[in-house]
T-cell receptor, first 111, second 116 residues
Framework: QKEVEQNSGPLSVPEGAIASLNCTYS??????FFWYRQYSGKSPELIMF????GDKEDGRFTAQLNKASQYVSLLIRDSQPSDSATYLC???????????FGAGTQVVVTP | NAGVTQTPKFRILKIGQSMTLQCTQD?????MYWYRQDPGMGLKLIYY???????DKGEVPNGYNVSRSTTEDFPLRLELAAPSQTSVYFC???????????????FGPGTRLTVL
């Protein structure tokens, strides 16, 4: 089992709709969780960081964490064509230092 | 404040050659990472460091070596390059509080390596 798993894409979302991305992780002791956006040919950019159960909102982005079920999700509200990118989930497990990524989900926002 | 810098941006190696990918950060971050990203795939952790003098293996360390003699620099050494090492290599740095309730994190622009 992979340590960090994401929905395989691509995820096609109409402009203005909500994009929902999911990520599950295997290490129950994981403490911190990250969502990155990566445009084609560019380096990843951190967009959300969450460490407490519940929701965290930042602009059009909402991260949701459920440690009991070992999943973290990202919602993108009012999706725009500029949101078309690959979204990577990463987990900072209990062991110090390792930051491990999922394979990513490509989001395509269609006008 | 330049963030995370990586050199070179592009490189073509012949099979069996060696090279060092440079990574420098000027933010006094304690954690540094090397990842590789193959086309259409996620990031695979090669090596990481939690501070000067401390390094550890990630998921795919074979064929690579690292050192961390200073807080700022974290070079990645490829010995005996193989076609399977053709990839984009990203360096990242991060600072994390003891309670892991805050972090600042940046990626470098990447190095595109082709081994022929």
């Amino acid at each position: 089992q992979k340590e960090v798993e994401q929905n395989s894409g691509p995820l096609s979302v109409p402009e203005g709709a909500i994009a929902s991305l999911n990520c599950t992780y295997s290490d129950r002791g994981s403490q911190s969780f990250f969502w990155y956006r990566q445009y084609s040919g560019k380096s990843p950019e951190l967009i959300m960081f969450i460490y407490s159960n519940g929701d965290k909102e930042d602009g059009r982005f909402t991260a949701q964490l459920n440690k009991a079920s070992q999943y973290v999700s990202l919602l993108i509200r009012d999706s725009q064509p500029s949101d078309s990118a690959t979204y990577l989930c990463a987990v900072f497990p209990d062991s110090w230092g390792k930051l491990q990524f999922g394979a990513g989900t490509q989001v395509v926002v269609t006008p | 404040n330049a963030g995370v810098t990586q050199t070179p941006k592009f490189r073509i190696l012949k099979i069996g050659q060696s090279m060092t990918l440079q990574c420098t950060q000027d933010m006094n971050h304690n954690y540094m990472y090397w990842y590789r990203q193959d086309p259409g795939m996620g990031l695979k952790l090669i090596y990481y460091s939690v501070g000067a003098g401390i390094t550890d293996k990630g998921e795919v360390p074979n064929g690579y070596n690292v050192s961390r003699s200073t807080t700022e620099d974290f070079p990645l050494r490829l010995e005996l390059a193989a076609p399977s090492q053709t990839s984009v290599y990203f360096c990242a740095s991060m600072t994390v509080t003891i309670f892991r309730d805050y972090n600042e994190q940046f990626f470098g622009p990447g190095t595109r390596l082709t081994v022929l």
